[in-house]
C-alpha cells in the first residue's frame, strides 16, 4: 500500500452521532464506514457546549484537545481535567462520559478503535521522527500545529492534513509544530479487510 496523504481541506463535516456537535473525519477503516461499523476511526470534533459524549458500544477512545481552554470529562463518575492541549487521554467509549467545558469552545482530535478488532497509541511529537509501520499495524500522521515534511517527494503537510502509512512503508516527518502519531493494529482475523 503507498503512502496516501489527507488534506484537511477535501473533508466534509458531519453531525456528531448524539447531533451534539460537529466532527470531521481524518480517516477511518475500512474506507466508508459509518459510526456503527468502522474498525477504526480518527476525527477532528468542534465542541462548542458541555454535554453528554456520545456512547460507542465496544469502543476504545483517545481524546487530545488542540485548540481552546479545555474540558473536564467525567466518566463514569470518575473526573477528569484536561486543560493542557496536546495531551492524550484514553477512555472507554461505552463509558457514560459527560463533558463540561472549561471556558469556551474547543477543538479536539478523536482516536476509536473497536477494542475487540484493533488498539491505538497516540503519542504528539515535536521534532523530526521516523515512521516504519511493523507487520500488522499503520501509522496516521496528523498535523496539530503549525506544519511537517514528508521526505520522500517532499511532501509538505499543513495544519490537520495527514499521512496513512501502512506495513511496507518508511518515511521520515520534520516537524515543526506538533503531530499526532497514531499507532493503529488490527487483530490478526481482522487485517484481511484494511
Known sequence: MALEVLRAQERTPAPWKNGGGVT??????PEGAGTGDFLWRVSIADVAQSGPFSVFEGVDRTITV???PGMALTVDGTLHVLAAPYEPFAFPGDSDTQC???DGPIV???VM???????????????RVAIRPE???????VVLEGSATLDQGSVRLDRLD???LAEGDADTLDVDGRLALVTLT???TDRSSD
Open 100 to 102: 463540561e467545558l472549561l
Open 113 to 127: 478503535v473497536r477494542r475487540a478488532d484493533a488498539t491505538a497509541q497516540v503519542r504528539v511529537v515535536r521534532d
Open 186 to 188: 488490527l487483530a490478526a
Open 24 to 29: 470531521t473525519e481524518v480517516a477511518a477503516r
Open 66 to 68: 488542540v485548540d481552546g
Open 108 to 110: 479536539d482530535f478523536n
Open 135 to 141: 507487520a500488522g499495524t499503520c501509522v496516521l500522521a
Open 162 to 164: 495527514a499521512a496513512l
